[in-house]
């Protein structure tokens, strides 16, 4: 992704050539960025080979799945829905993780039928559900127990999911409980201690004292359990200040802990592998003047991009086509949506910009597509993967007519 004769180019083409053939906003992906980021993941944990699970809930496009499973990693799924994509899309149903605090019966019972690798459990109720289920199909089940290690991720509060006070997995005073629970049970096999403890996080320090409270947990119950899921959440440069996540010194430590225990590592990464492969591009309808600042008004809205709104998270904007005229303007990016949170960025530096020119929110791979709505009665945007000169259509733009 760079500027060619002051175009922004994606692979092999121009944004120019694109934006003839597709109305905008449209979502567009780079095939080449995903391959990187994956190979690029497994090679800095592959002294140790984890299974990796890449996170459904961040990007749940069926091609991009399948370019996951082209790639040879499973999914980390939170709904039947999830469940069912990522095996259309051809995923090993033992490389398949569920996680989430809410799954139904019906979810549970399609998880079971599938014989999918885990059912993370992440209460005493959702044990016994599990139990019920496997008793009345006379099978044996394999689960796994999210563990609340009560660890601050330091990230937005919004993401954190490691904290007492999060809804997320079992407290440390009942993991013993329902540890003892499983292992006494005729259906269930207890397999896996998980734990996530939030997203968007560029230190390694909080890993470290998750990994510590599992050591010390482990040791406490004396029991071997065959994986140890550490969830994802390691970040991204969203504001390309290098600001990166350090993979070496969190492969370290994790071999550290390799080395007292004998369990296969599971990854669930979502963001780290698609967050930065796409863009969203959108056109200006008006520039509103204002003793202060410009409103830019654009053809993108929350609906179609709700990071910015849900979590007042911040994205790079940049032009389509790169000018030398500047202006002392300070710019408010918004959306035409009847919400004053319909914003996505507040800048002071930027070039001169004018209406029907065209601008481009960076990094939206991750929570973009898959957060978005129909608020507005607004149609979902078409989803376009770039393979070096290749323009595939991988989701069309909805129509008003099937919304309404």
Same mark, same amino acid.
């Given at each position: 992704?760079?500027?060619?004769?002051?175009?922004?180019?994606?692979?092999? &083409?121009?944004?120019?050539?694109?934006?003839?053939?597709?109305?905008? +906003?449209?979502? &567009?992906?780079?095939?080449?960025?995903?391959?990187?980021?994956?190979?690029?993941?497994?090679?800095?944990?592959?002294?140790?080979?984890?299974?990796?699970?890449?996170?459904?809930?961040? $990007? &749940? $496009?069926?091609?991009?799945?399948?370019?996951?499973?082209?790639?040879?990693?499973?999914? %980390?799924?939170?709904?039947?829905?999830?469940?069912?994509?990522?095996?259309?899309?051809?995923?090993?149903?033992?490389?398949?993780?569920?996680?989430?605090?809410?799954?139904?019966?019906?979810?549970?019972?399609?998880?079971? *039928?599938?014989?999918?690798?885990?059912?993370? &459990?992440?209460?005493?109720?959702?044990?016994?559900?599990?139990?019920?289920?496997?008793?009345?199909?006379? /099978?044996?089940?394999?689960?796994?127990?999210?563990?609340?290690?009560?660890?601050?991720?330091?990230?937005?509060?919004?993401?954190?999911? !490691?904290?007492?006070?999060?809804?997320?997995?079992? $407290?440390?005073?009942?993991?013993?409980?329902?540890?003892?629970?499983?292992?006494?049970?005729?259906?269930?096999?207890?397999?896996?201690?998980?734990?996530?403890?939030?997203?968007?996080?560029?230190?390694?320090?909080?890993?470290?004292?998750?990994?510590?409270?599992? %050591?010390?947990?482990?040791?406490?119950?004396?029991?071997?359990?065959?994986? #140890? *899921?550490?969830?994802?959440?390691?970040? #991204?440069?969203?504001?390309? *200040?290098?600001?990166?996540?350090?993979?070496?010194?969190?492969?370290?430590?994790?071999?550290?802990?390799?080395?007292?225990?004998?369990?296969?590592?599971?990854?669930?990464?979502?963001?780290?592998?698609?967050?930065?492969?796409?863009?969203?591009?959108?056109?200006?309808?008006?520039?509103?003047?204002?003793?202060?600042? %410009?409103?830019?008004?654009?053809?993108?809205?929350? $609906?179609?991009?709700?990071?910015?709104?849900?979590?007042?998270?911040?994205?790079?904007?940049?032009?389509? /086509?790169?000018?030398?005229?500047?202006?002392?303007?300070?710019?408010?990016?918004?959306? +035409?949506?009847?919400?004053?949170? %319909?914003?996505?960025?507040?800048?002071?530096?930027?070039?001169?910009?004018?209406?029907?020119?065209?601008?481009?929110?960076? *990094?939206?791979?991750?929570? !973009?597509?898959?957060?978005?709505?129909?608020?507005?009665?607004?149609?979902?945007?078409?989803?376009?993967?770039?393979?070096?000169?290749?323009?595939?259509?991988?989701?069309?733009?909805?129509?008003?007519?099937?919304?309404?």
């Amino acid at each position: 992704m760079k500027y060619i004769n002051n175009i922004f180019t994606l692979e092999n &083409c121009s944004l120019n050539e694109v934006i003839k053939k597709f109305e905008t +906003p449209f979502f &567009c992906y780079s095939e080449k960025k995903i391959r990187e980021n994956i190979n690029n993941f497994k090679n800095s944990f592959k002294s140790f080979s984890p299974i990796i699970c890449f996170s459904t809930k961040s $990007n &749940c $496009n069926l091609e991009i799945l399948k370019q996951i499973k082209r790639n040879g990693l499973g999914a %980390d799924v939170v709904s039947k829905g999830e469940l069912m994509i990522a095996l259309k899309a051809g995923i090993d149903k033992k490389k398949i993780v569920f996680s989430g605090v809410g799954k139904t019966r019906a979810e549970l019972i399609y998880a079971i *039928d599938k014989n999918i690798l885990l059912i993370n &459990c992440e209460s005493k109720s959702e044990i016994l559900e599990i139990e019920n289920i496997a008793k009345s199909k006379n /099978k044996k089940v394999d689960v796994g127990i999210r563990l609340n290690p009560n660890t601050d991720a330091k990230t937005l509060k919004q993401i954190s999911t !490691g904290k007492k006070e999060n809804k997320f997995g079992i $407290n440390e005073k009942s993991f013993f409980e329902v540890v003892n629970l499983i292992k006494m049970s005729k259906h269930l096999n207890l397999k896996c201690l998980s734990v996530h403890i939030g997203s968007q996080i560029l230190d390694h320090k909080p890993y470290e004292k998750m990994l510590n409270v599992l %050591d010390r947990l482990i040791k406490k119950i004396s029991f071997n359990f065959k994986y #140890i *899921d550490l969830g994802g959440g390691m970040g #991204i440069d969203y504001n390309k *200040d290098n600001k990166k996540f350090n993979y070496k010194k969190y492969n370290k430590i994790i071999k550290k802990f390799l080395k007292k225990h004998k369990s296969k590592i599971i990854f669930e990464p979502g963001r780290s592998i698609i967050g930065d492969t796409a863009i969203l591009v959108s056109k200006i309808i008006y520039i509103k003047q204002n003793s202060s600042k %410009d409103f830019v008004i654009v053809d993108a809205a929350m $609906n179609d991009f709700m990071r910015p709104a849900l979590y007042g998270a911040k994205h790079r904007i940049i032009p389509l /086509k790169k000018t030398n005229k500047k202006t002392n303007k300070k710019y408010d990016f918004v959306g +035409p949506i009847c919400e004053t949170t %319909d914003k996505f960025l507040t800048t002071n530096k930027f070039q001169k910009l004018n209406e029907k020119d065209y601008i481009i929110i960076c *990094d939206v791979g991750a929570y !973009g597509s898959s957060l978005s709505s129909n608020y507005n009665i607004r149609p979902k945007l078409a989803e376009i993967l770039i393979k070096g000169s290749k323009i595939k259509v991988i989701k069309k733009r909805q129509r008003l007519e099937d919304i309404i």
